[in-house]
């Protein structure tokens, strides 16, 4: 998962929430009046606190499908529900030599490609219906702008601003009809899922800290002479 080392947020499904809240906090993002879900992973920039030295996601815990995925991508054509799948060849897990084939001597999909397909698609529909959900939420009027005050190691005040969270007594003052049919169709449950994550903000700040202090006591120059990287600002 080194590819995810720089990654401090990432886009999550509405059927994904229920298992990732138990982990992350997960909020709403909005780009150019679109809204969508995403599970934060860290309070600094390209800082995700889930990926270890050994760049591994941590053990037991939930990975995002958009984790997953990689080092697969399912990209739009113009012509109506046709894709194509990208790989990114920059992948350290793809080779020539050992591993399970995309393709087959007939140039046939491979049973790998063909179970990527069905994740890839699947994940795209789910990716959708968030959508359509997310947008609804929105026209609802229940997201509201939230900010994420926390203390660094050094006792500074810091802050996360720039996403979007329901508030609840707008939730419960939701109309009948809509309250029915969330309830029926499991919308509701991903609605306080979502609440009951930003619980989580706590812990990845203490994260976060646990972080800092590692960094701030780690030689400023390795022994071969490169400078280590060092903690940008949260944005």
Same mark, same amino acid.
């Given at each position: ?12 499904? *509405? ?13 709403? $993002? ?6 969508? *879900? ?46 194509? $799948? ?96 969330? *309830? ?52």
């Amino acid at each position: 998962h080194g590819f995810a080392l720089q990654t401090n947020s990432v886009p999550i499904a *509405m059927e994904e929430v229920p298992e990732a809240a138990l982990f992350y906090p997960c909020v709403f $993002i909005e780009r150019e009046g679109t809204y969508a *879900m995403s599970a934060l992973l860290g309070l600094r920039a390209q800082h995700n606190l889930f990926v270890g030295a050994d760049r591994h996601w941590l053990p037991d815990t939930y990975v995002p499908a958009h984790i997953r995925r990689y080092p697969f991508a399912l990209a739009e054509t113009q012509a109506a529900d046709n894709f194509l $799948i990208c790989v990114d060849e920059g992948c350290v897990g793809l080779g020539e030599a050992d591993g399970q084939p995309l393709f087959l001597d007939d140039a046939a999909e491979g049973p790998l490609l063909a179970e990527v397909r069905t994740f890839l698609l699947n994940l795209h529909h789910a990716f959708v219906r968030s959508t359509e959900w997310c947008k609804e939420v929105a026209d609802l009027g229940l997201l509201t702008p939230r900010t994420l005050t926390w203390t660094d190691h050094q006792g500074v005040a810091q802050e996360l601003t720039g996403f979007y969270a329901i508030d609840e007594e707008r939730l419960r003052a939701l109309p009948a009809e809509v309250t029915q049919r969330w *309830m029926s169709s499991g919308l509701m449950a991903v609605a306080w899922a979502h609440l009951l994550s930003l619980g989580h903000a706590r812990t990845l700040a203490a994260r976060q800290k646990l972080a800092d202090l590692a960094a701030a006591a780690a030689p400023a120059t390795r022994a071969d002479g490169a400078e280590s990287l060092t903690a940008q600002p949260a944005v």
